[in-house]
């Protein structure tokens, strides 16, 4: 059952609690989206982990290339400009 | 004990032992099941059934008065002295019984639990309004797993058909009704068959629709659990389920 054309991989996002975002939690293999829904409750959720399920098919995930990571993530090293911490904030706003 | 309470004690035996025994058989894929998102998906289940058994034996017990405890109920009877359904009892025999099984049997107590969440008995309605939350779950998953193999591929869905002949004979025990059950439901306790059975067909004929299966005619329903009269694997099953208990009396951890 595990044969990847019938049982394709799935990747798994929980939300913990309400107003944050759903993270990736792992993946899976199932046979179609709502077998993959109830798959990753059984299989992510037993211990209380979110309150809300995605799953995506891995192959429609699409990732930057990791020998491009040099030109894709260096030239905003130096730029701390965009950053925003160069402003004071006044006190009535308090923390931020 | 009242009368009303020694009928309403071997009624909730009844739905106690239906559950254990049905959460036990469901246990034993654990570690064997096709892969592996299901070997994490019928144990859970299994530990519902198993859970509510225990809130039912606990209650049973209080019923009964004798100070026997809810191992004492579960682990510590004869196979006589089990009043479960037959059906529950059935060896697993492979994926499809095994879906099917659970979606006969939670179909049944969707119903059965959503009455008794509102009744009278505020110990078996608090049981209830946790209880009806999991069953669903079930009904849904087994559902979608029936829906699947039956309008899969030639040989899911021969063997899905060959387990709904196998074991639609056994669905009518699940209605069966005794002095003791009646007693329930004139008291408002239980529900009765007319409250269940239209919702239990609804559910079962809207999965069997989608998955291309038919139903077979029932001339001979297959009963007798419920008077303890029960199929020869029962006895390999308590063998192995009350094991720890007979070699360890009391054994604790």
Redesign the interface.
Known sequence: ??DSKM?PLWEVFIRPRNGLNHKHVGS?????G??AL??A???YT?REEGNSIWVVRAEDILASDPDKSAENFDPAADKIYRHPSFYDIPDEVGHM | MAESQQHLQAAVLQIADDHLILGHRLSEWCGHAPMLEEDLSMPNMALDLIGQARHLYAYAAVLEGKGRSEDDLAYLRTDREYTNCLMVERGNTDFAHTMLKQLYFAAFMKPFWSFVENSSDSTLSSIAGKAVKEISYHIRHCGEWVIRLGDGTDESAQRMQQAVDALHPYTEELFWCDDHRQACIDDGVLPAEHVVRPQWQTTINAVFDQARLSTPEVTFPLLGGREGKHTEEFGFLLAELQYMQRAYPGAQW
């Not at chain 1, 899976?28 to 179609?32: Q, R, T, Y």
């Open positions: 059952m595990s049982m899976l293999h199932a046979a179609d709502e077998l109830q798959a409750r059984d299989v037993r």
